[in-house]
């Protein structure tokens, strides 16, 4: 089934929800004035559904292979890279200095949802690129950010981040690689890791490998890591490329899904070690690793959304074709209709749509905070908004990546038993979906971060200023005099209300009782994303019930709050009340 970018809700959500005129005319993107964000993605979209949405099927199909320690990937995926790359497209978010375009995260947000929609494996390779760059632009020497920076904006090189070994998983206290000082300025690495996304593979002539490594006199745990570049092939002086570097891929998964992005095990010094360059200071690596991690993030939401779009857009179509039983309304003997027409295929679907767009708001409402967090002049502001992306970021990843699975599901459901069948193509977006509640932090671990870290921040006071933003909006809703809202003001209050109760119960519980809060954490975590997502649905509602597509974007936002903030309560009650089910129950767990 084809893909096509929805860049009327993209550009709805980024204008209306995320703020993108409100940055234009603060004079925060003057580069994006004059429609040039729509022209952007007009052509984004079109590269997306073009070129990259066809090798979707056919990358699940063949999958990425190893041999003799070399990586192939699926026919297409080297010539629709290349292409991409030549566009510029990797360059958009990328130091100008460099060969960026130096664009908001704003507009690489909507252009890395269609590439995740297009082919979730495909844009695996890139994502990871980014986040190397920004590491590297960051943290680097002035002679590494010579050396590197400029191939790996221009696509020519990709980069990689390892941190993930056999015995070090979320915990990276237990990280074993080594590096040891060569005496001139250089490193020798050593060790095993494991789950490297593109860690090898033939898209581009040289990888840039990220590595977190122990140094023989390095604190304990965390403080003692390090971050280094290794590359694949050594740098000469001219720039060319020289001897292969002391690593290699000793294996790749076989995974549920995205079956085209190589996942590599990769073994660093068999003979002697590798050679990589210290980014930042030595047992400061975890704090530069994070500057990829957080984005990271924010990307991986992202690709909840896009999987949650393209099940989406198939179910639709789908469901517009398979024709079975009769309309409650048809004259007797009518002939069978297509299943759009009942009642439970549209509450499914309106399902589906409603958790896409919210995904989408609380995504990019997390970009539009990060680009205020680096691009305001006020030290303040940039504070705030700075809190502001801290706050959403776990929001967005977790939620936005349970939307996906739960999306994709729905999508089979919808498919009947032919959605079980590979051949419809509906399954594939579940088994990809499910790698994005893992990775970059599992979603619990989101949940954790967000109750223990993040709800303190500035006192409680910036969590408080979003709450009093979702109750601006469900005050708009109240008196906005629109019938096709329903009961959307009702249920919005009611979500924020518990929201609010919460959130004060988590701040005044978590100190004296820090197991009752993690005990609360997952659920408050969707209780926050029901929260926000919904009022966000409702502020591009009352933007455009004007417009001429204003009537879908009500209908939108009631059923989310009809059928999904409706939740809201049920989840204060878990939060605040039910910790003693989960911290008593020693006896469920006994060996």
């Not at 920004?134 to 590494?144: D, K, N, Q, R, V």
Request: with cysteine.
């Amino acid at each position: 089934m084809s893909y096509r970018a929805p860049v009327e809700d993209i550009v709805a959500t980024m204008r209306h929800v995320a703020g993108l005129d409100r940055l234009v005319a603060d004079g925060l993107a003057p580069e994006l004035d004059g429609g040039m964000t729509e022209a952007i993605l007009g052509e984004a979209a079109k590269f997306a559904g073009d070129v990259i949405a066809p090798l979707n099927m056919v990358g699940d199909k063949v999958g990425s292979t190893l041999r003799d320690g070399a990586v192939t990937t699926p026919p297409g995926w080297k010539e629709a890279y290349k292409a991409w790359a030549e566009a510029g497209w990797n360059a958009l978010p990328a130091p100008e200095a460099y060969g960026g375009q130096g664009l908001p995260a704003l507009v690489q947000s909507a252009c890395t949802e269609m590439w995740n929609s297009a082919a979730f494996a495909f844009a695996l390779g890139p994502l990871l690129t980014v986040g190397a760059i920004e590491a590297l632009h960051a943290h680097g020497s002035a002679e590494l950010k010579e050396t590197y920076l400029a191939k790996l904006v221009s696509g020519e090189w990709m980069g990689t981040m390892n941190l993930t070994e056999p015995q070090a998983g979320s915990d990276l206290n237990a990280l074993r690689s080594k590096a040891e000082r060569a005496g001139d300025g250089t490193y020798r690495i050593t060790g095993q890791k494991i789950f490297i996304t593109y860690g090898e593979h033939d898209m581009t002539e040289n990888i840039v490998h990220l590595v977190l490594a122990r140094l023989p006199d390095a604190p304990p745990g965390t403080r003692g890591i390090s971050l280094f570049l290794v590359p694949k092939y050594l740098v000469n002086a001219d720039g060319t490329l020289g001897a292969h570097n002391d690593l290699r891929c000793s294996g790749i998964e076989h995974k549920l899904g995205i079956h085209a992005s190589p996942t590599c095990s990769m073994a660093y010094g068999d003979n002697g070690g590798a050679i990589g360059w210290l980014i930042g200071e030595e047992n400061r690596g975890l704090a530069c690793m994070f500057t990829m991690m957080n984005n990271a993030r924010l990307n991986v939401a992202l690709q909840g959304v896009a999987i949650a779009e393209r099940a989406y857009q198939q179910a639709l179509a789908f469901a517009h074709e398979r024709k079975q039983g009769a309309a409650l309304d048809a004259p007797k003997g009518a002939p069978m209709s297509p299943i759009i027409v009942h009642p439970d295929i549209r509450r499914m679907l309106m399902e589906m749509r409603a958790k896409t767009q919210a995904a989408r708001a609380i995504s990019y409402m997390v970009a539009e905070a990060l680009d205020r967090s680096h691009r305001e002049t006020d030290i303040g502001k940039r504070k705030q908004a700075a809190e502001r992306t801290a706050i959403l970021t776990p929001v967005a990843k977790a939620y936005a990546t349970d939307i996906g699975v739960e999306v994709a599901s729905t999508g089979i459901q919808i498919h009947g038993g032919m959605g079980y069948v590979e051949e419809t193509g509906a399954a594939q977006h579940l088994r990809d979906a499910r790698i994005a509640t893992i990775y970059e932090g599992t979603n619990g671990i989101q949940a954790i971060d967000l109750v223990q870290r993040k709800l303190p921040l500035s006192g409680g006071d910036a969590v408080r200023a979003l709450i009093a933003e979702m109750r601006g909006v469900v005050g708009e809703v109240a008196t906005a005099n629109t019938p096709g809202f329903g009961r959307t003001a009702d249920r919005l209050k009611s979500a924020v209300d518990a929201l609010e109760r919460a959130t004060e119960w988590m701040l005044a519980t978590m100190g004296a009782k820090p197991a009752e809060v993690l005990a609360g954490a997952t659920p408050y975590l969707k209780l926050f994303a029901l929260a926000q997502g919904g009022t966000g649905l409702a502020k591009k509602a009352l933007a455009m019930r004007t417009e001429e597509s204003g009537a879908a974007a009500v209908a939108t936002a009631r059923f989310f709050a009809e059928h999904g903030a409706v939740e809201a309560p049920g989840l204060e009650l878990a939060v605040t009340e039910g910790a003693g089910a989960v911290t008593e129950a020693d006896m469920v767990f006994a060996a």
